[in-house]
């Protein structure tokens, strides 16, 4: 009886020491590669288009009259709050939220907005589901089950602004970037911008890091686009430079 107990423990401690080491490795990868993002500061961009900071990540905010549509949701909802009330903006006044995806630094901000209706790609609910995962046995969540979900190449009208929306899966299976107004390209975290280039989204927060790499090409041949805005690496308004090199 001993000797099994003895096996037991033996087997328990090493499974504790390797879920240690992996945890340590996975943080110290999980900063290195936060530390390099350079989201911009909150505050007004351009025309009617706001950024909220929130540690090492941008949600924006477009203005639309005496309303707003918000293009993600930020990772700690009471900086998002607080980013909101510098720039006077109340959280009831968002008609819309527009997720990129689901990823838990894109949607904590979801419950501030309880007069918005929430949209994300049809394909980004298999995140929500379980049926993709990045780390196994955990799914993405959301705190509204009211989402609504949209197509590939679909058009939505939300009070004066147009939105496009392009599935760009990879980061995650559902990833989607939005055209707002023409001019105007949200990408979330499918890419990276790199001294104003276009550059491949981080791979270590990939679900399928090749396929995120393909999918940048979706986004580099769009009529009208002057402006892109991404979640971690800032934004650029010269479109047509960023684009002009890229290849997969």
Known sequence: MKKKIKIVLIIVGTLVVLFLIIGGVFFYKFNSETKKMHPVATGKIVDNIYAIKDDFVNMYVIKDSNQYVAIDAGKDIDVVAAELKKLDINPDMVIAVLLTHTDADHV??????KNAKIYLAK???????????KIPFVSNSISRKDYILLEDKQTLIIGNENSFSILTE???????????????????DILSLVDGKL??????????????TKSIS???????????????????NNYKDAVKDWKE
């Open 170 to 188: 990879g980061h995650t299976t559902g990833s989607m970037c939005y055209q707002v107004n023409d001019k105007y390209l949200f990408t979330g």
């Open 108 to 113: 904590a901000g979801v419950p501030l907005f």
């Open 123 to 133: 394909e980004e609910e298999k995140m929500l589901t379980g049926e993709k995962q």
């Open 218 to 236: 979706k986004i580099t041949n769009l009529p009208n686009v002057e402006y892109i805005f991404t979640a971690h690496f800032g934004y650029t």
């Open 199 to 212: 550059g491949p989204s981080v791979k270590f927060f990939d679900l399928d890091h090749e396929m995120a």
